[in-house]
């Protein structure tokens, strides 16, 4: 069984800054992609950064700039650096992998708030 835990989320003032973690766990052959996604309230959920196992990162266009997608491989852990952090980045952030265990399936975490104040 995998699981994907995600922890750091959080309430933070506008400007500030998170950092999201996302660590696998379970019976994993090997990682390809993983990345970081939003759903706020009404919303659908998007895509905010994604890196695939070769270190290449692709971001939205909202977050550009001031998030930075990262991942350690020796844990399986993917990492999400936020700064200036504005009030529209307010969501429950889901961590997505695509996870080989025999084949590759498609995972997710269970999501962390993060509040922007302003």
């Known amino acids: 069984q995998v699981q994907l835990v995600e922890s750091g989320g959080g309430l933070v003032q506008a400007g500030g800054s998170l950092r999201l973690s996302c660590a696998a766990s379970g019976s994993i052959f090997s990682i390809n992609a993983m990345g970081w996604f939003r759903q706020a309230p009404g919303k659908q959920r998007e895509l905010v950064a994604a890196?695939?196992?070769?270190?290449?990162?692709n971001y939205a266009d909202s977050v550009k700039g001031r998030f930075t997608i990262s991942r350690d491989n020796a844990k399986n852990t993917v990492y999400l650096q936020m700064n200036s952090l504005k009030p529209e980045d307010t969501a429950v952030y889901y961590c997505?992998?695509?996870?080989?265990?025999?084949?590759?399936?498609?995972?997710w975490g269970q999501g962390t708030q993060v509040t922007v104040s302003s």
């Open positions: 997505n992998a695509y996870i080989v265990v025999g084949v590759i399936n498609n995972y």
């Open positions: 890196i695939t196992n070769g270190g290449s990162t």
